[in-house]
Nanobody, 116 residues
Framework: QVQLVESGGGLVQPGGSLRLSCVAN????????GSWYRQAPGKQRELVSS???????NYADSVKGRFTISRDDTRTTLYLQLNNLKPEDTATYYC??????????WGQGTQVTVSS
């Protein structure tokens, strides 16, 4: 069974940076699309970025030019580099992998707080 574990969240000042990691127990990111979502209090979960197996990336307009999604050579880890963070980026960030249209796996989430 595929499992995902996120890490790298924390408290950072506006303009700061963080790198989130999502470690899988298999080389799934070479086969399936990996993505990062976030959910702020009182708001719906939203797609932040995705990385397809063929390397195609996608970003929400609100993070374009500031966030970068990538994966490691072993294809077991998905990253999200967060630069020039803003208070509105505060949220719990979740990693997701879509195995089939009816089966996806989520991590437990990592909290990102941007505040001075």
């Amino acid at each position: 069974q595929v499992q995902l574990v996120e890490s790298g969240g924390g408290l950072v000042q506006p303009g700061g940076s963080l790198r989130l990691s999502c470690v899988a127990n298999a080389r799934i990111f070479s086969l399936y699309e990996g993505s990062w979502y976030r959910q702020a209090p009182g708001k719906q979960r939203e797609l932040v970025s995705s990385l397809a197996a063929d390397g195609t990336t996608n970003y929400a307009d609100s993070v374009k030019g500031r966030f970068t999604i990538s994966r490691d050579d072993t294809r077991t880890t998905l990253y999200l580099q967060l630069n020039n963070l803003k208070p509105e980026d505060t949220a719990t960030y979740y990693c997701r992998v879509e195995i089939t249209s009816s089966y996806d796996v989520w991590g437990q989430g990592t909290q990102v707080t941007v505040s001075s």
